[in-house]
């Protein structure tokens, strides 16, 4: 009469063993999730730091500039029509523009405008998900990456394991005749839930992963094109930086000193636009627009290498 009871002992063991290995896959992608936003981080505040701050300082000091004239042309193979690009185009041009002729005055408002377009990842909060641990650091990064649903998701698996962890253990043995069947039964049954249970939770961790594994791979290539990016404006800062200081005003430029200012405005703006455009979309998924705006910029760096 102990075999419902001795059935139950034994699938709730392997139901904590699962639990386990379920917990320790969780764990293992919440680190995975803070390294990559770490290393997304420090690599957009260096290209901030080392070319787009120096860009700032110098382009602030050019009068009479105009705009229409230094504003990049739509991607090449791209339709008109598309507004998300175009939306991010404007946003670029528009940041970047806004620092003429100190336009940006004050440290605080030129910083703002490059962290706000360049969605630095940090939480909703505003702090920075390096600075976070745990539970906090995998949902802040998973919805910097365009989590959405996926975040709600992850938490889902989070909070569903933590919940598992209390309902899978070995049910205590009752001794007494039928009231052993009967408690055997019932425990059986409890962790026949459970199993479904982490079925699902098992399901749902090898889908995120899955999803998260490619927005790890556009995030990685985001890293490597602003790298490039920011090494391209490095290149060309100290004689616009030069020019600026010696000469401010961009109306009296001849053809020549205006295509090295349009240089250089062009790839800031390129660099805000990758900075602007998440590595995946609300449905957690790799987003076509990051895509596009990636390969855009490898573009851009490779007609400025064929023509150095």
Not at 144 to 154: C, D, E, F, H, N
Request: charged share 25%; net charge negative; glycine share 10%.
């Amino acid at each position: 009469m102990a075999v419902a009871m001795y059935r139950a002992v034994l699938l709730a063991r392997r139901n904590e063993q699962r639990n386990e290995k379920l917990s320790a896959r969780h764990r293992k992608l919440d680190r995975h999730v803070v390294q990559e936003s770490t290393a997304q981080e420090k690599q957009r505040q260096a290209t901030y730091d080392r070319s787009l701050v120096p860009f700032r300082d110098a382009f602030a000091r050019l009068k009479r500039v105009d705009l229409a004239e230094l504003s990049p042309v739509d991607p090449a193979g791209h339709a008109t029509a598309d507004v998300e690009l175009q939306e991010i185009q404007r946003l670029a041009v528009s940041a970047v523009g806004s620092l003429i002729g100190g336009g940006a005055a004050g440290a605080g408002i030129g910083t703002a405008t490059y962290l706000a377009v360049g969605a630095f990842a940090t939480a909703s909060t505003g702090t920075a998900i390096s600075g976070l641990s745990g539970a906090a650091a995998s949902s802040a990064t998973m919805a910097w990456l365009g989590g959405g649903s996926l975040a709600a998701g992850g938490g889902g698996v989070a909070a569903g394991t933590m919940v598992l962890a209390a309902v899978v253990a070995v049910p205590a043995l009752v001794v007494g005749g039928v009231l052993l069947e009967w408690q055997g039964r019932s425990a059986l049954e409890d962790q026949e839930k459970v199993a479904e249970k982490l079925g699902a939770a098992e399901s749902e961790l090898a889908e995120a992963r899955r999803a998260l594994s490619e927005v790890f791979q556009r995030s990685r290539e985001i890293r490597l094109v602003l790298k490039d990016l920011c090494v391209a404006m490095e290149e060309r800062l100290p004689a616009f930086a030069a020019l600026a200081a010696d000469h401010d005003d961009y109306g009296a430029y001849d053809a020549e000193q205006r295509a090295q200012v349009k240089e250089v405005f062009d790839l800031a703006c390129t660099t805000v636009k990758v900075m602007a455009a998440p590595p995946a979309g609300e449905d957690g998924q790799v987003g076509e627009l990051s895509g596009r705006v990636v390969s855009d910029a490898r573009a851009h760096l490779a007609e400025l290498a064929s023509a150095a």
